[in-house]
């Protein structure tokens, strides 16, 4: 059983459309990381968020991690096919990073 | 830098072999750690490592071994190769450990067992 459940898996959204993903977990997390991922390659950190209840923006990329620290949902404002990939959520415990189970997103023109 | 690189890039074995993939990295990062991603179930850490001499379990570390001898290299031991071992296999280093730092990954090996 994976540790980290993310929602939706699948995510088929038309360009100018917003969309939520969540990572949800029962753990509470030192952190918890986002990564995205192209086919073919390894993932690319997107942000890290720390404290409970922490909000970071990245141009159109709206992070939250939960106040309890258990889970956390990345915002896209105005999907563009750019944003097109695998949203991979990790949060640390003690030395380990464990990964979410993934949500494949495809922004159609 | 070359940042983190794997070797080899694709591999078929046969059942029961065994090989080494190899990992490294020139950031001289004392954190490094070893995933497995099969479709549909996003990457499951093997082992991981601290420092050079220092290596630990993650969730699925059955079937692999692996050494740190030096801090730029992690190689993953697959001892007997399984079916259930196909996977795509991604190597990751960090400054420290996960928590507040960046994980930088090698672009991943390929293997299938038949």
């Known amino acids: 059983t994976q540790l980290l459940e993310q929602s939706p898996q699948f995510l088929s959204i038309q360009e100018g459309e917003n969309l939520t993903v969540y990572c949800n977990s029962s753990s509470v997390f030192s952190s918890l990381q986002w990564y995205r991922q192209e086919p073919g390659e390894g993932p690319v950190l997107l942000v890290t968020v720390v404290t409970g209840g922490e909000v970071k923006k990245l141009k159109r990329l709206t992070f939250q991690f939960g106040d309890a620290r258990k889970d956390s949902s990345l915002h896209i404002t105005a999907a563009q096919p750019g944003d097109t990939g695998l949203y991979l959520c990790?949060?640390?415990?003690?030395?380990?990073?464990?990964f979410g189970t993934g949500t494949r997103l495809q922004v159609f023109p | 830098n070359a940042g983190v690189t794997q070797t080899p890039k694709f591999q078929v074995l046969k059942t029961g072999q065994s090989m080494t993939l190899q990992c490294a990295q020139d950031m001289n990062h004392e954190y490094m750690s070893w995933y497995r991603q099969d479709p549909g179930m996003g990457l499951r850490l093997i082992h991981y490592s601290v420092g050079a001499g220092i290596t630990d379990q993650g969730e699925v570390p059955n079937g692999y071994n692996v050494s740190r001898s030096t801090t730029e290299d992690f190689p993953l031991r697959l001892l007997s190769a399984a079916p259930s071992q196909t996977s795509v296999y991604f190597c990751?280093?960090?400054?420290?450990?996960?928590?507040?730092?960046?994980?930088?990954f090698g672009p991943g090996t390929r293997l299938t067992v038949l």
């Open positions: 990751a280093s960090s400054s420290q450990g996960p928590a507040y730092n960046e994980q930088f």
């Open positions: 990790a949060g640390a415990r003690a030395d380990k990073l464990i």
